[in-house]
């Protein structure tokens, strides 16, 4: 291969050389300056070929002598590590790290700071849709009116029967929420003042096969904090995953600091990652930054029996589809768990403490809040009482998650079960005089077009609603891609979704996708175009396909 | 702020009375105030400032120096055929006047016809009107020759707005690009008005062997009357002789019998600056590049796509200096970068996103055909003295195609994947 590549810089080096000989014995026309640039570009190819020609005698000579020539460089060029070895940061050692070079980091006004916010919240709900693959109507397992404790079963999916949903708090079922067609949509629980446990039944970790242990997560509601990829949706009764994946940062907009969300969960979560690694067959990896100024938490460096992954890049590289592309890429017929770094903690407190302990830190972020800060509840908590006393303006969009792909709520609403951040955000319901031509307002952006976000990447934005524009039709090409650290062509599969084509999404990769990883294109997206409804329509449509 | 919006909503028709004019206002309402729309809640809840019309319009803004240069250039050929004002910035006031006689009517036409056309469409189809048309009504007076009948241009314009963009499904949805359609359209239904000798310099009449000035009319008039009352040069009557020598031919008519034929009338920095005939915005070089820099500064142009057509291009005048079979091919390559609209061509036309590839890969492909091809049709295609239209035609045909490749690699390469898994 290298030959080749020689022999062809010798052809083109020969070619433009007789080329210029020829135009200088004719040019006296005025385009020296032209020929001064082609025959620098030539007295550089040819300092190129000499170098070439120099390292490749190098190495021949350093095989002949039997050097070890994987492990030393005998190259005049640096290998390409060595010369970005020192943007590595020294926390990694030695260790790989995978860059990715697509993304855009969003910087919004609002980032929560490291203190955790005194709340006191009076109900929870949990919510059937946020367990995706349930049948819409559950079966109740209390009454309303009904006392649970924290842990108490709650409801079924009847398709599953084995697999419980239980309360994140104690108290009284208050209420029984309706959506479309009647399926429930939020169970409330009035929470008692005191928190009180079930004691969980005891399990012997060392002691126990596989199927055992499925069968008791099930029995105790651990089984909901698994998500199952392709779909994202909750793990069937005997599905064995092949691997699990934990992202443990966070790089979407005003997303919680997870090292701090960690700090002192230490044996939780070691003990939440021993659980996972008897549940798969393969391993469990966890995603570590190596994007930071300082080294992740040392409970996920330090943590055993996984296999590490460092990463480093902009957003969506915290995502963890897009790490399991880059580890070992999904497909059709196998399965994969995520989990998200407070959802092992929970998991490793059913051993640790013997009970469903939800108990987590909510980032509540936003430009619209007096204070972002922390707060500690538990999962399912009413965003109205999180956000008591906090907001500074009642104009405002309510999102459990975050800005790319969390979902609108009201006060009245509850927090979605796997979230934990909240974003106030202005509704932008303004006009704006020539707004696609003057940058009225600074909000933030990835095109290059403007130029003042180009210049100074670092502005922070207070961003809102407005779309900035129509919708259209596709236009724009190359835009997706260049915010995906993937190698899928993302407006290629929302056409094969369009148009119903389930051989080409299967073929362009929609199994490695949910919504997250494909927002920062919808951001993005000149066209406005709704690639996150589109790909869950298509994932819909391939998940009632088998 | 807000008063503004409601003076300007008060006029808005109603929608179901009359969908053209509620169209219409919709049109020039969104263009005013970008609207108040807000993330549906089942998405991202923010979006990027960009969006179309912005894109859109900073093509238009890369366009605006060759319209002033080539609204400049059209009276300099004029008056350097007639043997007057020969110096390229003497008598600025007359070249830009008469440039600018010329260029106006051709930018209305196209814009009333093709807006026109799009916002009929629109009215029907019951969506609002889309930017497509802000661009192509930018690119199709620059690439048309000065002379150009308007009722010519009218059928062009129409031609391909319906049959290129509007018969496909509107904007985004073209196969080819819609400006070069048009230019295409008249290319071959009225050969004469476009390819020759005749039709590059402006307001020349040709009368068998003679040819001679035109007349000038009214509005050449009323500047005559504000200039004479400056006490600067005026157009006159018109109707002179032509200088003696004068051709009328452009570098690339000329190429035929080698670079010597060219440079008896064209030196290599007049063809580089722009002051030659040729179509309105496609002769100078240097305002091209500035444009094709802001495109690729703004990243609104694909800089694979120029860079590949630039490689294209170089690789196939290589090509055709090696093989070195007529003076035309024998012309250096690089010469060839010199003459005809390639930049142009390269910088405005093979980058529109819809009609070309839309995979980073396939656009370098498609680039570097494009530069291959065009240089084929320029030198050995002695019907066509320039390339570039027919070869960018030719490549948004073969877009999908090598979309389709790169594409279905992808697909064999995940497929390789499951098998080795399983």
Known sequence: MRTV???????????????TTFAQAESNSGSNLLMMVLLLIVVLIAFAVIFQVGNNLLQM??????????????????????????????????????????GFDIKLEGAADRHINKVSVSTYAIQPPNYRGIAPIPKLAVEIGGTVKAGDELFYDKNEPDIKYVAPVSGELISLN??????????????????????????????????????YLQSVGAWSLFRHRPYDVVPEKHDVPRDIFISTFDTAPLAPDLNFVVEGHGEAFQKGLDVLGKLTTGHVHLGLNAGGNSAPSAIFTNAEGVEKHWFSGQHPTGNVGIQIHHVSPITPKCSVWTLGVQEVITLGRIFTEGRWNTQRLVAVTGAELNAPAYVNTYAGANIG???????????????????????????????????????VLEEGDYYEIFGWLLAGRAVPTASKSIPTAAIFSDTVYKADTNTHGEKRAFVVTGQYESVLPMDIYPQYLMKAVLTNDYEKMEGLGIHELIEEDIALCEFVCTSKQPLQQILRTGLDMMYEQG | MKDLVDKVKAFEPDKKKSPFLHTLYDGFFTFLFTPNLTTSGKGVHIRDRMDLKRTMVIVVFALTLCYLFG????????????????????????????????????????????????????????????????????????IMPPDLPLWILTLAV????????????????NIVNIALLARAFIFFAYPTTISGDQCWVSGIEYNGALASGEVYGWAHHFFDWIFSGLGADV????????????????????????????????????????????????????????????????????????????????????????????????????????MGS??????????????????????????????????IIRVMNPAYPEGWMLAILFMNVFAPLIDHYVVSANINRRLKRVKQVA
């Open chain 1, 385 to 423: 009482d999180l956000l008591k006393g906090n907001l500074n303006n009642d104009h405002v969009r309510i999102i459990s998650g975050d800005v790319l792909s969390g979902q609108k709520k009201g006060a009245e609403n509850f927090l979605n079960f796997y979230d934990d951040q909240v974003t």
């Open chain 2, 71 to 142: 609204m400049y250039n059209i009276g300099h050929q004029h008056f350097v055929a007639l043997g007057k004002h020969t110096n390229f910035l003497e008598a600025m006031h007359l070249k830009l006047v008469y440039g600018l006689i010329k260029i106006l009517p051709i930018f209305i036409v196209t814009h009333v016809v093709g807006l026109g056309i799009e916002f009929y469409y629109a009215a029907k189809k019951g969506h609002g009107i889309e930017e497509g048309f802000l661009v192509s009504g930018a690119l199709i007076p620059l």
């Open chain 2, 342 to 375: 390639f930049w142009f061509a390269m910088a405005f036309m093979a980058t529109d996103p819809v009609t070309a590839s839309g995979t980073n890969t396939g656009k370098l492909i498609y680039g570097f055909f494009i530069g291959v091809l065009g240089i």
């Open chain 1, 5 to 19: 590549f020689t022999k062809f810089f010798l052809l083109a080096f020969l070619l433009f050389l007789s080329q």
């Open chain 2, 235 to 338: 157009f006159g009557t018109g109707g002179m002789a032509v200088a003696d020598g004068f051709t009328g031919a452009t570098p690339l008519g000329l190429a035929m019998q080698g670079w010597t034929a060219v440079t008896e009338v064209y030196s290599p920095m007049q063809m580089f600056w722009g002051a030659i005939p040729g179509s309105i915005g496609e002769t100078s070089k240097p305002i091209i590049i500035i444009g094709a820099l802001m495109l690729i500064a703004t990243g609104i142009g694909s800089w694979r796509i120029m860079v590949s057509c630039l490689l294209g291009a170089v690789a196939m005048s290589v090509v055709l200096n090696i093989w070195n079979f007529d003076v035309y091919m024998n012309i250096p390559w690089y010469y060839h970068f010199y």
């Open chain 1, 178 to 215: 309706r959506g479309d067609r009647r399926a429930i949509t939020e169970l409330v629980i009035l929470a008692d003042k005191e928190q009180q446990f079930r004691q969980l039944p005891s399990f012997d970790l060392d002691n126990s096969n596989r199927e055992q242990l499925a069968a």
């Open chain 2, 158 to 173: 129409a031609f391909a707005v319906i049959l290129g963009k509007e018969a496909f499904g509107g904007t985004g949805m």
């Open chain 1, 61 to 102: 000579e350093a095989t002949k002598v039997g050097a070890d020539t994987e492990k030393n460089n005998y190259s005049i060029f640096p290998r390409l590590n060595e010369l970005f070895g020192s943007s590595k940061p020294s926390f990694v050692g030695d260790s790989t790290v995978t860059k990715l070079q697509q």
